[in-house]
């Protein structure tokens, strides 16, 4: 935008430049950012964004995220980790020849109880 353009020019020579002679052009009036939350802004922190200070919650020190990783698998989803060919010989099979499933293999630490089984199997589990 060229410097005739600007509105700074139209306010060459007057006191305050449009901004009033009482409140004045401040930069920053009420503080950078987040400032003032817990003093002159409060009314808005706490409307708009409540629970925004103070703490909530215990403290888990030291947390080792490796000792809560459990991936699962549902029983309706059992055969689907098997080959076709395996899947058909296990569905015609007896309870003694069972097929072992070993389901840590296929990415799975705990099997669910969601479904139904439809062939006798043997599920190995950590």
Request: charged share 25%; proline share 6%; glycine share 12%.
């Amino acid at each position: 935008m060229p410097t005739v353009a600007h509105k700074s020019r139209k306010h060459r020579g007057q006191v305050s430049a449009g901004h009033g002679r009482v409140g004045r052009a401040r930069k920053h009036p009420g503080g950078h950012g987040n400032a003032g939350g817990l003093t002159h802004h409060r009314t808005l922190f706490d409307r708009y964004h409540p629970h925004y200070f103070g703490k909530l919650g215990m403290r888990h020190l030291h947390m080792l995220k490796n000792r809560d990783f459990c991936p699962t698998v549902n029983i309706e989803k059992l055969l689907t980790l098997v080959p076709e060919e395996v899947r058909e010989k296990a569905l015609a099979g007896t309870p003694e020849n069972a097929l072992v499933l070993d389901v840590t293999q296929h990415g799975a630490f705990k099997v669910l109880g969601k479904g139904n089984l439809t062939c006798p199997l043997i599920v190995r589990a950590r």
